[in-house]
């Protein structure tokens, strides 16, 4: 049986484990699944994760769910070069140290400024008091700017001279508010330069694959079944309001 990743490339997450694999000629059978359709819930994938969020993997009898677990299975499994997770004790405690502090952190405020902008409004239908917004983009702007001064500083990743997870995990989640509509890099040169730089490592062609859902996102929601998601909907404003 072929290795299986169960994605959907709206999730930050999902983006880091598909680029991976990709850029690292990981063959997987791609296996699409809709958060916002909730196909999540279904019970097919249920057998495949209890945790029912992606993304998930499944190699044969063994299933994997957690992208950054799932990132180290493969990078062990396949061998992938050493630079992804270094072996060397600083450089890989670097990348350890940015992969625990982002869950409560960038993930967090630049998925809230994507819901807030974009998926509550213009989805739900509910508006977004003005307060709310505000200390939602000075929630974000305070870890972008942790990003730079702690975990970037002056070398070209966060790790070192190379692209590591950490880079990975990285973009992901804070090209997430850019597809609300949010330029987070105008105005900030050091993280627009490394943008670039893990562009570049990640090649343009699969980063703009990749992202290509995000960033029309603001496109999309306008054709989007607002009636698929009354379900999750006090969920969602519990979680973001």
């Given at each position: 049986?072929?290795l299986?990743?169960?994605l959907d490339?709206?999730?930050q997450?999902?983006?880091?484990?598909?680029?991976?694999a990709?850029?690292?000629n990981?063959s997987?059978?791609?296996?699409?699944?809709?958060?916002l359709?909730g196909?999540?819930?279904?019970?097919?994938?249920?057998?495949?994760?209890?945790?029912?969020?992606?993304p998930a993997?499944?190699d044969?009898d063994?299933?994997?769910a957690?992208?950054?677990?799932?990132m180290l299975y493969?990078?062990?499994?396949f061998k992938?070069?050493?630079?992804w997770?270094?072996?060397d004790?600083?450089?890989r405690a670097?990348?350890?140290?940015?992969?625990?502090?982002?869950?409560?952190?960038?993930r967090m405020?630049?998925?809230?400024i994507?819901w807030?902008?974009l998926m509550?409004?213009k989805?739900?239908?509910?508006e977004i008091?003005?307060?709310?917004?505000?200390a939602a983009?000075?929630?974000?702007?305070?870890?972008?700017k942790l990003?730079?001064?702690?975990?970037?500083?002056d070398?070209?990743?966060?790790?070192?001279?190379?692209?590591?997870?950490a880079?990975l995990v990285?973009?992901?989640?804070?090209v997430?508010?850019v597809?609300?509509?949010?330029?987070?890099?105008?105005?900030?040169?050091?993280?627009s330069a490394?943008?670039?730089?893990?562009?570049?490592?990640?090649?343009k062609?699969?980063?703009d694959?990749?992202?290509?859902?995000?960033?029309g996102?603001?496109?999309?929601v306008k054709?989007m079944?607002s009636s698929?998601?009354?379900v999750?909907?006090?969920k969602?404003l519990r979680?973001?309001?």
């Amino acid at each position: 049986m072929a290795l299986e990743l169960y994605l959907d490339l709206f999730s930050q997450p999902c983006r880091s484990v598909y680029i991976f694999a990709k850029k690292n000629n990981i063959s997987f059978d791609f296996k699409k699944l809709s958060l916002l359709d909730g196909q999540q819930y279904g019970e097919d994938f249920g057998k495949i994760s209890l945790i029912r969020k992606v993304p998930a993997l499944r190699d044969g009898d063994f299933c994997l769910a957690e992208s950054i677990a799932i990132m180290l299975y493969l990078a062990e499994k396949f061998k992938t070069p050493d630079f992804w997770y270094p072996a060397d004790l600083q450089q890989r405690a670097r990348v350890n140290e940015y992969l625990s502090w982002q869950h409560t952190a960038i993930r967090m405020h630049g998925s809230k400024i994507f819901w807030l902008r974009l998926m509550i409004p213009k989805v739900m239908g509910v508006e977004i008091p003005e307060d709310k917004m505000n200390a939602a983009l000075d929630d974000l702007n305070s870890s972008l700017k942790l990003v730079e001064e702690k975990f970037l500083q002056d070398r070209p990743f966060i790790a070192g001279d190379q692209i590591s997870l950490a880079d990975l995990v990285a973009i992901v989640e804070i090209v997430q508010p850019v597809g609300a509509g949010v330029d987070v890099f105008e105005g900030r040169p050091k993280l627009s330069a490394w943008r670039d730089r893990v562009q570049e490592a990640i090649g343009k062609e699969l980063f703009d694959e990749a992202h290509q859902y995000i960033l029309g996102a603001q496109e999309s929601v306008k054709s989007m079944d607002s009636s698929k998601m009354q379900v999750f909907k006090p969920k969602i404003l519990r979680l973001f309001m």
